[in-house]
């Protein structure tokens, strides 16, 4: 078969639920994949602006773009946490979409609306898509907004082409932990996701999340429940670690924020690590959040990351 016709329909796949799942499809099933999507459309129905999306082509395949805010402001690019699609980063930051215009991919390889085809890391892969993405949005220069997973893929880009990064604020990040303690991250949420999966009772959620999170949603209840028995979550992997050496001498100061009790990158050796490695201007420690932190951690912190994205 034309690999370009295994490309399109990796591509397209998710605006055809009832078709067969592409080769190594991040999805288990495709009723997983159905499930999910119809998720997605109901995170996009809640939004409180309207949201515009748009499919944008790259080597990697084509990337999934969703937008809302004021048209009129200076853009902000969202980049999203693991298994976290566009819509619900977007929710994230509503509080910046009065005065900016708010853009955020979907992960190649992850779920959401990009092409379902793996991702490799290697090779500052992430950060050329980035790039790519970019020039097919014709956006030189842009603001950076980064969440987990998603700060890493900020940071390639800036290392790779700085001059394309204006002000950067990471949240959580990954890529500035030198070594992830991956045997206490899968003694603590690996096993009991996987064994979610067989046994799926949603009251056990909040549980199992704790690790993670401490203030979820209902409906971040929902995603999780959904990305934990219907994807491969596992095969992910964020881009770095970055040092000193891989960034700009000359970089905007960036805002930061870490969580005290974050067990993905944790905090002493994180921070320690980010003041080498960047050049902070201003850092938040949020000191009752696990890694993923709700809404009653972040508004103290909404003010201050509006100012800084307005200076």
Do not use: C
Not at 28 to 39: M, T, V
Not at 72 to 86: D, E, K, R, V
Not at 151 to 160: D, F, P, R, V
């Amino acid at each position: 078969m034309d690999q370009r016709l295994i490309q399109t329909n990796a591509e397209l796949a998710w605006a055809d639920t009832h078709s067969p799942l592409p080769k190594h499809s991040v999805y288990r099933s495709k009723e997983g994949r159905a499930e999910f999507q119809a998720l997605y459309d109901d995170t996009l129905r809640r939004s409180p602006y309207p949201i515009q999306t748009k499919m944008v082509s790259t080597s990697f395949g084509a990337s999934h773009v969703s937008m809302m805010g004021n048209s009129n402001g200076a853009p902000i690019l969202i980049l999203p946490g693991m298994s976290t699609a566009g819509p619900l980063m977007l929710e994230f930051f509503a509080y910046l979409a009065k005065d900016h215009w708010l853009i955020a991919p979907d992960l190649i390889g992850q779920p959401g609306r990009s092409a379902d085809v793996p991702f490799s890391p290697k090779h500052n892969a992430y950060g050329i898509w980035l790039s790519e993405l970019l020039d097919g949005l014709a956006i030189e220069k842009i603001n950076i907004a980064g969440a987990s997973f998603g700060g890493s893929i900020g940071l390639e880009l800036l290392k790779l082409m700085p001059g394309r990064v204006n002000k950067h604020a990471l949240i959580v990040t990954a890529g500035l932990t030198p070594k992830v303690p991956y045997f206490k991250i899968y003694a603590k949420l690996l096993f009991t996701w996987l064994a979610y999966r067989f046994v799926p009772k949603k009251s056990l959620l909040p549980k199992i999340a704790r690790p993670l999170s401490r203030h979820l949603t209902p409906e971040n209840l929902e995603y999780l429940d959904i990305v934990i028995r219907q994807t491969a979550f596992w095969r992910h992997r964020p881009a770095g670690p970055f040092f000193k050496e891989d960034m700009p001498k000359m970089m905007e100061p960036v805002f930061i924020i870490f969580g005290k009790n974050d067990i993905l990158f944790p905090y002493a050796k994180t921070r320690k690590h980010a003041h080498s490695v960047l050049n902070i201007g201003q850092e938040f420690i949020l000191t009752q959040s696990a890694h993923m932190p709700g809404e009653k951690e972040m508004a103290p912190i909404h003010k201050e990351i509006e100012a800084y994205f307005k200076s």
